[in-house]
């Protein structure tokens, strides 16, 4: 039988208790038909040997100490802080926080980051890693899905053109591998599952760019509101003062109570020119939202900067690149209509 690992990256730098926590391991992987799945655990006793394990294994996940001794063998500090700031920012992992300083904890802007009072023992921890086991083995599957995409264009077109790329030396060469590898990993996967997309993909919750963007959904007291003004005219600072908003209509109630073929025919756009059908979403609170039509007959202009600006209102998310195009190509297409001329029968 097949049986889940969870590989875990312990940062700890007291002996007692990272035996605590190997025999607490040997435990439950001795009862796995129980707790279903095994935990492998890498040690780290500092911050750096942390960084590094993170790096050089496929971690699923981290449990932090605060406190950690330095290379010198200086006092204890609060190191596991600067631990969890770096997974955060490098790694798609679990992280999870098992201290007897909890109040040092310094998690207030990683809402997912659960802090565990080592007091409570290490259940807790354990039972928290088998919440987390849906998630981590589907990020295992999306790790191994990019990798084999990766390792196509790689043999395919990176290795054998690598003079090529070779060509343009410098820094530049980074950014351009990484896109063109992103490319082909996006156009294979864009027709996986037959092209059938979650409403999750439509939108980044919250926006990943700091930058105001086409597609940028936003919310102020009238409503919410979408980007409609072209992306060149938003990529350079102070090129337009401006931007044109369309404005959402909520369709939920028509929604939850059509049948599938109604369905079908409402994210159809309605059959109209002047909508555009966009699914549900859940913000970032966790409140459901939507679905919506986009009402290209309800524009409205506000400027960039200001109390009543762009830059003011709340975003609330942005519509993914692959489902920008066709807002803006429906949008452009019913300001295209120039209509048929009336012909006389006479």
Known sequence: ?????????????EGANIKAWQDHAAMHNADVQNTGFKVITIVAKSAAEARHALVENRADAVVVDLRLRTEGNAAPNDHGNDVV????????????VYTGQRQEAEVEAFPQVEVFDRGAGLVPVFEWLGKQRGMLEHLKE????????????????????????????????????????????HDNLMNANGGV?????TYFVPPIKVRFDTGDIVRDGQGLWVVVTPRCDLATDGKVSLVL?????????????????????????????????????????????????????????????GDQGLKAMNRVASLTPQFVPSLVERFGAYFSRIGTPVVSQD
């Open 1 to 13: 039988m097949d049986v889940a690992c969870i590989n875990v990256v312990l940062v700890e730098d």
């Open 85 to 96: 700031r770096y997974a955060h920012s490098a790694h798609p992992v679990a992280i999870a």
């Open 142 to 185: 999306l790790r191994n899905s990019i990798e084999a995409e990766t390792a196509k264009v790689f043999f395919s077109s990176v290795w054998p053109r690598w003079s090529g790329w070779t060509a343009q030396r410098g820094p530049a060469i980074k950014p351009m591998l990484f896109r063109h590898v992103i490319a082909h990993i």
């Open 197 to 201: 997309s979650h409403p999750e993909e």
């Open 245 to 305: 908003l369309a404005e959402f209509q909520d369709i939920s109630t028509r929604w939850r109570g059509a049948n599938a073929r109604e369905r079908t025919k409402i994210s159809q756009h309605g059959g109209s020119h002047k909508n555009h059908f966009l699914p549900e979403m859940v913000d970032s609170a966790g409140n459901g939202m939507g679905p919506w039509f986009v009402d290209f007959t309800s524009l409205r202009v506000v400027p960039i900067d």
